[in-house]
Structure formats: structure tokens, C-alpha cells
């Protein structure tokens, strides 16, 4: 079904590497290599900037500074280490960002529907490659991004900013950086063990048909050629 | 510079300093009589001297003052503050340096552990060995105090000479101060002093002269004499300084709230877990819900 791959190479991974959205034997490619090495790039980004950043926000994570060599080594490379997310963050809001339209279906994920969804109680056969809830996350991690590069670039260079405007970019950073780190444990935990079969699309790119069939049932449809089952 | 006996009452991102309890220690303060200062910066030089700062080249401003503000190598700056006063020109001398204030906005905003500490005896110190120049503390500050050295990139300020008060001396720019507006003793001794020469200014016409104490910050470990104490501004003092009310919410309510926050975010998805298990896929007797293996 899909090129020419080398032997012992597994068929799907191989159309992984440039192709989305196709069926490969029992199994879909959800994320191409693009752009599973972009989402790595800003997973890995942000992780660093927790460890390097968390530290200086409270000593009570102060031990993350141990990893690093020091408080003062996480100070000079935190700034540098965010610029990086950012930039990984960019790239990934323009990977993703044709798919992201908000649908007038879509009203409810950012109340209501969130809890039903949590409670496994949403069962909507409309749901496309990403739902509401995960649409939600893709733009208000994109603005904290940008929260946190402009109040971020404030704090590298505070003697060059009036003191009210670094009270601000102060209380703007942290704020958004909370924010971000709540939804993000959720956002791990969804995708790994609340969802079996979530991850595999993070690493081979791949999700079997059962998992798209109940998670994102009008993708399916769209990839498999499938009619609705009702 | 840190006076290793001296106990440490407060300090930066710690919980608490290291108080025994069981030694009495009291409150030091420097005493600055405007009225009295004759702008011979005798204390800056000491200040240089005592503290082996570099030299740094002066700017002219339009006054007799050597810099325009202080410096990471200039901790103690006499202001000279010209202003039109009844009829006539005032020339107001300020020694300008840390306040060494009761409650501390530089102390409060400091990220780092131990990097500033308030010693028992009211000295505010930054402490280099800590010190990561994130410059959070300019932000705290209510005098615009702390100051980042490009060199080391760390931060400095005046230290209230604690080196030499620890071991029972006087600060260098009080030791060299010819006319006596400066004096150096426990807090206690320098409000009896500061309340006695506010009186007789005011005796001898001085109707507004006052004592510059600002209880905002906890009073400072600085009294100061100001002939014309209605208008603080008039010597570049703030009249009413507090730390910042966003710094406090920065520190006090966001960041508790925050690890909260965050603690329970790992907490409320392991409860998922256990409540909900994970979203399994329905109709398990399908081929295709198993790993392929390729």
C-alpha cells in the first residue's frame, strides 16, 4: 500500500516519515515525522525551562537546580532555553494551525463539555483529527508561548524597562507558567495513561483503527473511506 | 560580605534565618542630619576607601554631585538638591545609599537562597557567594538602591560597613564625617538624637522640619533630619515607600497558590485514574484494538 520500504522496516512507520491521515494496514499515521519532531522539540523545550525556571520561582523545587550545577547556571541558560521554546512553539502553530479552526459545534469545550469529556461521557460521532478540548489547548498554550517570551524578554534585560512594567512582567510570567504546567500534566496524562494508544502517535506516528474509530470517529471515517455506523 | 557572627533574622527565598534566640542584639541605625551636611563627601571617600570599590569616572550633572545615581561601584552619594524655597534657593545635601529597611523589598523579591539577608541587627546585605543578578531585587526596592555590577554580575549595594560594625566599629562614612550630621549607634539612640535636633530646628524657624523614618517599610536603618520634612521629594526620598503591592502579590499569594496549584494537577489525574482507569477501547474483540505486529 504505501512506497517501497526497506526490509525489516515496518511499513507504516516508513510512510510515517512525510505522510499523514493514511491507513496502513491495521493502523493510521496520525503525525508525520515533521511533525512529531517539532512536538518533541517544544515537549523537550519545556521541560527544560520547568527545571531551569522552577527553581528560581520557588526554592521549593530548588533541588532542580542540582541537575544543572547551580541556581546561577539555571539563570544564564533559562532565558536561552525559552527562546528555544518559543521557536519550537512557533513552528508548531504553524504545523497544526489549518486543523485548528474551532468548529460552531465546539462551543461547549471550553466548559462543559471539558468535564463531560473527563468523565468519558461525550460521545459525539463528529468529532474530526482533533476535538474542541484539544483545540482549546492548541491556542491557549500558543498565547502562553507568547505570554512567556514578551514577559520573559522583560526579565533578561529588566534594567532596560520602567520598575512598574517588571512588577507586571513578573506576575504575567509565573501566572502563565502555572496556567501552563496544570494543563500540561493533564495533557501528559490524557495522552499517556488515560488514553492507551495515544502515545504510539507520539513515537511510530501511528494509532490503530479502533483507537481513531472511538477517539476521533469523523477522522476515521475521512481516512478509511468508512460510512457512519447509524 | 557576610558577617559569619552575626545571626541572620531574615533571609531571601528561605523560610526562616538562622536566630538562636538566645543572643540580645540590637538594631543598629546610621543618623543623617541634612541640616548639618556640608556636601564634602568625606563619606564617599571613606566608602571607596573601606570597601576597596574601583574608581569610577564622575559625571557632571550640573551640580556638585559626583554621579546622578548610585552605582555598583559608588554605594554612598551625597544629592545635591537645589530647589526655590520663600523668596530665596534652598541647597539640600542628602548622603543617598541602602535604607537598610525593617522590611526589606529587595529581601522579599530575591529568587535566590541566603543571596540577601537581614542580620539581627537590622543590616540588609547582599550576599555575592548567593547572588544570581537577576536584578528581581531593583524591582522590590523602594529607594532604587541595589545596583548590577557588569563585571561580576552580581549585585551591590551598601552594607552598612557590617565588617566593621560586627566587630564593634562605627561605618566608614560615619568615621569620616567632620561636621557630626552623621552618627552611628542603635536605632533606639538615633530617634532620641534625630527628636531632639528636629526640635530645635523647629524652634529656630524650621516650622516643617521632621524626622524621615517611613513606617511603610517597617522604619529604615536610616533616621534621617530633614528641615523641610513635608517634602521628602524635595530630597529624593519617597514619601510614603512600601514594597511594591505587586511584588508581595508576586511572592506571597501567587507563587503559594501556584505549587498548589501544580501539586494538585498530579494529584487530581492520579485520582482520575483511579476513578475513571483509563478510556478503553470499545468492542475489544476487534482485531484491529491490538498492536499490530507488524
Known amino acids: 500500500m504505501s512506497t ?56 521549593a523545587f530548588s533541588w532542580m537546580a542540582h541537575l544543572y550545577g547551580g541556581l546561577s547556571v539555571c539563570r544564564v541558560i533559562h532565558p536561552w532555553i525559552g527562546l528555544a521554546f518559543f521557536l519550537s512553539s512557533a513552528l508548531m502553530f504553524f504545523q497544526w494551525l489549518s486543523d485548528m479552526h474551532f468548529e460552531p459545534n465546539e462551543k461547549g469545550w471550553l466548559g462543559p463539555k471539558l468535564f463531560q469529556y473527563m468523565r468519558y461521557e461525550s460521545d459525539d460521532s463528529e468529532v474530526g483529527k482533533y476535538n474542541g478540548g484539544q483545540k482549546v489547548l492548541f491556542w491557549a498554550v500558543s498565547l502562553a508561548a507568547l505570554g512567556l517570551l514578551l514577559s520573559g524578554l522583560l526579565m533578561w534585560f529588566p534594567r532596560s524597562f520602567p520598575k512598574l512594567l517588571m512588577q507586571f512582567a513578573y506576575v504575567i510570567h509565573d501566572f502563565t507558567f502555572i496556567c501552563f504546567a496544570v494543563a500540561i500534566v493533564f495533557h501528559v496524562y490524557l495522552g499517556t495513561a488515560a488514553e492507551p494508544g495515544t502515545f504510539g502517535s507520539m513515537t511510530r506516528g501511528t494509532v490503530t483503527r479502533a483507537w481513531a474509530r472511538l477517539h476521533h470517529p469523523r477522522w476515521y471515517r475521512e481516512v478509511t473511506g468508512e460510512k457512519p455506523a447509524r | 560580605m557576610s ?69 555598583a561601584e559608588y554605594w554612598n552619594l551625597i544629592r545635591f538638591n537645589e530647589r526655590d524655597f520663600d523668596g530665596g534657593l534652598v541647597w539640600l545635601m542628602r548622603k543617598d545609599q541602602c535604607m537598610h529597611c525593617d522590611e526589606p523589598g529587595c529581601l522579599a523579591a530575591c529568587p535566590a537562597p541566603g543571596a540577601i539577608v537581614q542580620y539581627s541587627n537590622g543590616i540588609v546585605d547582599v550576599n555575592p557567594d548567593q547572588c544570581i543578578g537577576c536584578g528581581y531585587c531593583e524591582t522590590g526596592c523602594p529607594f532604587d538602591v541595589p545596583r548590577f555590577h557588569q563585571t561580576t554580575g552580581k549585585m551591590a549595594k551598601c552594607t552598612l560597613c557590617v565588617d566593621r560594625v560586627s566587630v564593634g566599629l562605627e561605618p566608614a562614612c560615619i568615621k569620616a564625617c567632620p561636621t557630626g550630621c552623621l552618627q552611628f549607634g542603635t536605632k533606639e539612640d538615633m530617634l532620641v538624637l534625630a527628636h531632639r535636633r528636629v526640635d530645635q530646628l523647629q524652634a529656630n524657624g524650621f516650622k516643617t522640619a521632621a524626622l524621615y523614618d517611613p513606617q511603610g517599610v517597617g522604619g529604615t536603618g536610616v533616621v534621617t533630619v530633614l528641615a523641610h520634612g513635608d517634602h521628602p521629594d524635595w530630597y529624593g526620598l519617597p514619601a510614603d515607600p512600601h514594597v511594591p503591592l505587586l511584588v508581595k502579590f508576586w511572592k506571597s499569594v501567587l507563587r503559594p497558590l501556584g505549587v498548589v496549584a501544580i501539586f494538585g494537577a498530579v494529584i487530581g489525574a492520579f485520582a482520575h485514574y483511579t476513578k475513571f482507569g483509563p478510556k478503553k477501547v470499545k468492542g475489544a474483540s476487534d482485531s484491529d484494538t491490538n498492536l499490530p505486529d507488524a
Request: charged fraction near 20%; include cysteine; glycine fraction near 4%.
Open chain 1, 4 to 59: 517501497a520500504s526497506p526490509r525489516h522496516m515496518d511499513a507504516a512507520v516508513v510512510t510515517a516519515r512525510d505522510r499523514e491521515d493514511v491507513l496502513v494496514g491495521n493502523e493510521i499515521v496520525r503525525h508525520n515525522r515533521a511533525s512529531r519532531l517539532i512536538h518533541w522539540a517544544v515537549a523537550i523545550t519545556f521541560i527544560e525551562c520547568l527545571l531551569t525556571g522552577m527553581p528560581i520561582w520557588t526554592p
Open chain 2, 3 to 71: 558577617a559569619q557572627n552575626l545571626e541572620i533574622r531574615r533571609s531571601s527565598a528561605s523560610v526562616w534565618g538562622s536566630l538562636s534566640g538566645m543572643r540580645s542584639v540590637p538594631v543598629v541605625s546610621k543618623y543623617i542630619d541634612t541640616t548639618t551636611c556640608i556636601g564634602c563627601k568625606a563619606c564617599e571617600a571613606a566608602c571607596i576607601e573601606w570597601n576597596d570599590l574601583r574608581r569610577v569616572a564622575t559625571e557632571q550633572i550640573g551640580s556638585y554631585q559626583t554621579l546622578p545615581t548610585l552605582h
